[in-house]
């Protein structure tokens, strides 16, 4: 299993960025993703997540209404489409996925299993 981040990079607060998770490895149309970000000191905390099987997506409430995740199983790839960005979202995001699927707790980083190397997002006020 391999999952590769992409799309970091530093923007004003109030602009928007784009993240790419590219998968491989297992049957991604199966699968779920979550997105997490870790900000220095502090712990690693889950953004939201998706069911590629259903299309169907869970936000924390910090990210809900401002962050939207989609998948294009044809490419293998997740999304996570970040507008309106604040100072508080500057963080290194990481895109994962469990093994056996989602457990009760879609946005405990305990629940995955495979891990991305991460992308830095830094956001300036």
């Known amino acids: 299993v391999q999952l590769v981040e992409s799309g970091g990079g530093l923007v004003q607060a109030g602009e928007s960025l784009r993240l790419s998770c590219a998968a491989s490895?297992?049957?991604?149309?199966?699968?779920?993703i979550g997105w997490f970000r870790q900000a220095p000191g502090k712990e690693r905390e889950g953004v939201g997540c998706?069911?590629?099987?259903?299309?169907?997506?869970y936000y924390a409430d910090s990210v809900k209404g401002r962050f939207t995740i989609y998948s294009d199983n044809a490419k293998n790839t997740v999304y996570l489409q970040m507008n309106n960005l604040k100072s508080e979202d500057t963080a290194v995001y990481y895109c994962?996925?469990?093994?056996?699927?989602?457990?009760?707790?879609?946005?405990?980083?305990?629940?995955?299993?495979?891990w991305g190397q991460g992308t830095q997002v830094t956001v300036s006020s």
């Open positions: 994962a996925a469990p093994l056996d699927g989602f457990g009760s707790s879609r946005l405990s980083p305990y629940e995955y299993d495979f």
């Open positions: 998706i069911s590629n099987s259903y299309g169907s997506a």
């Open positions: 490895g297992f049957t991604f149309e199966d699968s779920g």
